[in-house]
């Protein structure tokens, strides 16, 4: 059965964009997936603990061998990949901040980077693969090819290659200039922004197109 992980992981709330656009690419998911089922984790609103010396060697010390920390550790572990491996999709709202992935998002994928949960111990590969992993992407200001801040987004750069080694696989959909409408030093790019952000829109809408016919 087809089977939805949402993940939202902007602190903005109702004025966030990332949370505008996956809840739209979840109302598409749903209509081209009737039989299918959704699990939607916030990232944001309920905060995964980040791994500390208390906690963090679960993944690297023997279960036997875990202490109390380690053992819950472990167990949260557990819950996040199989909410992973029960998903035919998983969808993540990636907002950019300070040039960078939300620290929350970075949490969630050290927990799910687990050997034999996640990762084949002998052989390093990720056990997670074969799912669609979307990505849906947002940056305040512009970060392309010839803008003064091209490359400065370091989100999406790093995500593919921590997610390999799960095996995920992400596509982006990115929508830039989102903090014009609300930054009057940007009035003049709030046309740009609405045709980018209307491209995306479109791009998302036909995502499961294929799905009705």
């Given at each position: 059965m087809a089977h939805l992980l949402h993940l939202d992981s902007s602190i903005t709330g109702d004025r966030s964009v990332s949370r505008k656009l996956t809840a739209r690419a979840a109302d598409a998911?749903?209509?081209?997936?009737?039989?299918?089922t959704v699990v939607h984790r916030d990232l944001a609103r309920?905060?995964?603990p980040h791994l500390d010396a208390e906690s963090g060697l679960a993944r690297a010390v023997p279960a036997e061998q875990h202490t109390p920390a380690q053992?819950?550790?472990w167990r949260l572990t557990e819950e996040l990949v199989g909410e992973v491996r029960e998903a035919t999709t998983v969808l993540l709202g990636l907002p950019l901040y300070n040039f960078g992935a939300p620290s929350v998002v970075k949490s969630?994928?050290?927990h799910l980077i687990a050997p034999g949960l996640s990762v084949d111990p002998a052989t390093r590969a990720g056990l997670l693969g074969g799912r669609e992993f979307l990505v849906l992407a947002t940056r305040g200001g512009g970060y392309g090819e010839g803008t003064p801040r091209?490359?400065?987004d370091h989100a999406e750069a790093w995500l593919p290659h921590a997610?390999?080694?799960?095996g995920l696989e992400p596509r982006f959909i990115v929508t830039e200039l989102t903090l014009a409408e609300s930054?009057?030093?940007m009035a003049g790019l709030r046309g740009l922004a609405a045709?980018?952000?209307a491209a995306s829109e479109r791009e998302i809408d036909a995502l499961w197109a294929p799905a009705h016919a």
């Amino acid at each position: 059965m087809a089977h939805l992980l949402h993940l939202d992981s902007s602190i903005t709330g109702d004025r966030s964009v990332s949370r505008k656009l996956t809840a739209r690419a979840a109302d598409a998911w749903r209509a081209a997936h009737p039989g299918g089922t959704v699990v939607h984790r916030d990232l944001a609103r309920d905060p995964l603990p980040h791994l500390d010396a208390e906690s963090g060697l679960a993944r690297a010390v023997p279960a036997e061998q875990h202490t109390p920390a380690q053992e819950a550790s472990w167990r949260l572990t557990e819950e996040l990949v199989g909410e992973v491996r029960e998903a035919t999709t998983v969808l993540l709202g990636l907002p950019l901040y300070n040039f960078g992935a939300p620290s929350v998002v970075k949490s969630w994928l050290d927990h799910l980077i687990a050997p034999g949960l996640s990762v084949d111990p002998a052989t390093r590969a990720g056990l997670l693969g074969g799912r669609e992993f979307l990505v849906l992407a947002t940056r305040g200001g512009g970060y392309g090819e010839g803008t003064p801040r091209a490359g400065w987004d370091h989100a999406e750069a790093w995500l593919p290659h921590a997610f390999s080694q799960i095996g995920l696989e992400p596509r982006f959909i990115v929508t830039e200039l989102t903090l014009a409408e609300s930054t009057p030093a940007m009035a003049g790019l709030r046309g740009l922004a609405a045709e980018n952000r209307a491209a995306s829109e479109r791009e998302i809408d036909a995502l499961w197109a294929p799905a009705h016919a």
